[in-house]
């Protein structure tokens, strides 16, 4: 018997692994459906590109078809080892802005511990940062947050044309404003990836009373009277039931943790019934209030062959940059590829940024996984997201099947205001690239490209091409209202002994990367679970 039973290895998983098992006297068990992050992939910076690829590394995941994107299903990607979706990811370290963590609290009056005053100690403490410790920074956390080793000649390009168009240079997106350009802090440790698994889990795994188990599906979580008694999982083909003595902490992403629920007999009545699941408990907010960023590319092509590009005139730079990671962990192979980005205020009625962008010195076509514009050509792609979607999607089952994915529909552009708020972000995009320092260094614009001008154009190139940039959140959203999942102590409504550690709580989606936020939302659980227990 386990005294905790964490659902998942991702981001939040990995901290309160390391957390809980401080305490000899509390035994976990962490249970990952996908193997080890053993693969040299999750540990080059720039293996975020085969990734993608993935099968076995990768859940890759995709919507329903979307009404408002010409009826596209959109790919998900999402971590499927130990680390999450931090083994996959771009390492793109941001926490959002402070207001996204007050409005949380200003929105229901039981969540104001999870202002931003109350999760900058925990900001702090799972970080070192290179710029030291700081009202706003810590040193010596867990993770390692660094300046990229290599960044590319147009990356600087990207920054001095953003401040052509008049957005202020940003040397950290998280100091004192959000708002501006500059190169991307990284969540790497000496030219390597720093994912949460390396920095929470590896160095833990070694106590006696953790235990951690790969290629262990989670089936179900036994239910009596409103407690969770056994989690049953599938490993190798046999079926196991671990009994919880204390607590089931389900961390297993906003995609899979309100699936398990639903699974478990926990959620929408009618969704249950529709699949043949006993109702445990009628909680009609699993899985409503998905959340995510969606995102519309400009790319162009250059002259000067400077991107990173698999044409067979890169070959031998990227044989060069092969041989200088392997030996020194320097080199391009170093970069995460969106090297520089930046934030920028585009709604004329808000001072507050709403859109971010991720700028690639590369040719990326749905999400690298179109190879044939990356071997033709040599280029450079501008990502534009908004920040804070009103479209609200949600998370069905397909079957009562473990094995078979959940119905993922985000509902993108359902609300009239993101469309318009997608175009601004295309607006801004472009006039960034045709800035004299990034144009002079292109041959032309490819996408939308030169014939896409006017609205009703760009409407249609954005329900043609845009994508997500893998931020879903809010599906067991924290409050105290009717849809509520979780309280603010993460625990779900009427649930003794279960408790949701991952970005499904997110009232609302932050504006910004989500794998920081994450952490330290893991990192101020662990002192919930720890104050009552261990």
């Known amino acids: ?28 068990c962490l249970l990952e459906a996908g193997p080890a992050d053993t693969s040299p992939l999750i540990h080059a910076p720039a293996g975020i590109l085969p990734l993608m690829h993935s099968r076995r590394l990768n859940w890759a995941l995709h919507t329903t078809p979307q009404s408002e994107l010409n009826g596209r299903r959109l790919f998900w990607p999402r971590g499927k080892t130990l680390g999450g979706s931090t083994a996959i990811n771009a390492m793109c370290c941001t926490r959002g802005q402070p207001q996204d963590y007050d409005d949380w609290a200003a929105g229901d009056k039981a969540l104001s511990g999870w202002d931003f005053p109350s999760l900058l100690p925990h900001f702090r403490a799972i970080e070192d940062h290179p710029l030291g410790p ?137 969704e249950l019934t529709q699949h043949g699941i006993p109702v445990k408990l009628k909680l009609p907010g699993v899985g409503t209030n998905l959340q995510d960023h969606l995102d519309i590319s400009v790319i162009w092509h250059e002259q000067r062959q400077q991107s990173i590009s698999l044409h ?25 590829l969106a090297e520089a980005g930046g934030f920028v205020a585009t709604d004329p009625d808000s001072a507050r940024p709403d859109v971010q962008l991720h700028f690639l010195p590369a040719v990326e076509v749905k999400h690298g996984r179109k190879l044939g514009p990356t071997i033709r050509y040599f280029g450079y792609t501008l990502r534009a997201c908004l920040l804070r979607p009103a479209s609200r999607g949600h998370i069905s089952l397909q079957s009562a099947k473990p094995s078979d994915s ?49 609205k009703s154009a760009m409407e249609r190139d954005i329900r043609h091409r845009a994508e997500s940039i893998y931020h879903p959140v809010g599906t067991c959203r924290m409050g105290s209202d009717a849809l509520a999942v979780v309280d603010p102590e993460l625990r779900i409504h009427g649930l003794d002994n279960v408790r949701v550690v991952d970005a499904s709580i997110m009232p609302t989606l932050i504006s910004g990367n989500t794998t920081m936020p994450v952490t330290a939302i893991a990192s101020r659980a662990a002192d919930l679970i720890l104050h009552k227990s261990c």
């Open 406 to 454: 959940p119905r993922v529909d985000p509902r993108y552009l359902s609300e009239p205001q993101d469309m318009a708020g997608m175009l601004r972000a295309l607006e801004t995009a472009r006039e960034i690239m045709h800035q004299p320092s990034l144009s002079t260094l292109g041959k032309k614009e490819w996408q939308p490209g030169p014939g896409v001008t006017d």
């Open 134 to 270: 700081s009202p706003l920074h810590g040193e010596g956390g867990p993770v390692t947050i660094s300046k990229l080793r290599s960044t590319n000649p147009l990356s600087h390009a990207f920054v001095k044309a953003a401040q052509e168009a008049e957005l202020p240079a940003n040397s950290d997106f998280n100091g004192t404003q959000q708002e501006g350009a500059g190169f991307y802090h990284v969540m790497q440790r000496d030219g390597q990836r720093c994912s949460n698994a390396h920095a929470f889990l590896h160095p833990a795994l070694d106590r006696p009373n953790l235990h951690v188990l790969t290629g262990a599906q989670v089936q179900r979580l036994e239910m009596e009277n409103q407690h969770c008694t056994a989690v049953h999982y599938v490993s190798r083909g046999k079926h196991h039931r671990v009994p919880v003595a204390v607590e089931a902490l389900l961390c297993a992403g906003a995609i899979h943790t309100p699936q398990l629920l639903m699974l478990s007999g926990v959620g929408p009545e009618q």
């Open 1 to 28: 018997m386990m005294d905790y039973i964490i659902i998942g290895g991702g981001a939040s998983a990995c901290v309160l692994a390391e957390r809980l098992s401080r305490h000899p006297d509390c035994h976990v």
């Open 312 to 336: 067979p005139r890169y070959w031998p730079r990227g044989y060069h940059a092969l041989k200088e990671y392997l030996n020194q962990r320097q080199g391009e192979l170093t970069s995460n």
